[in-house]
């Protein structure tokens, strides 16, 4: 593969929308929004979601990585960058399916927020009940 060729995906989960584009390389870099991953995501947990496919698929220093994501909460970005990763892991090596998919890295996750009902506070949440 040249220089200047990269591999596109796309990962979304809730609201979270991540287009991410691995391009083949000798240092593995984040860059999330033109910002460094460890700044984007402080918390060490989201910071590990994000590196899951690679540690998986042990391929480490491999890709650099550039992430523009929009939407959702910051956990949802980074499960959203997470499935992106592997589906560009994915089209770069077909070979690396049966691993991504058993650890559940290419399905996207379908729980959305319920809507609110009316008559209800919320979306299931009722007012106080009141004999008088």
Do not use: C
């Not at 999330?32 to 540690?55: G, H, W």
């Amino acid at each position: 593969m040249a220089d200047n060729q990269y591999i596109p995906a796309i990962g979304r989960r809730k609201n979270a929308t991540a287009q991410v584009r691995l391009t083949p390389g000798t240092k593995m870099t984040y860059v999330i929004n033109d910002r460094s991953l460890e700044d984007y995501f402080a918390v060490e947990e989201l910071q590990k979601v994000v590196r899951a496919p690679f540690s998986l698929v042990e391929t480490k220093d491999q890709f650099t990585v550039s992430v523009i994501v929009r939407g959702g909460g910051i956990s949802a970005q980074a499960d959203a960058i997470r499935h992106g990763i592997a589906r560009a892991l994915e089209k770069y090596d077909t070979g690396l399916r049966s691993t991504l998919k058993s650890a559940g890295y290419l399905k996207r996750d379908p729980r959305r927020k319920e809507r609110k009902k009316p008559g209800l506070l919320k979306a299931r949440k009722k007012p106080a009940w009141s004999k008088r």
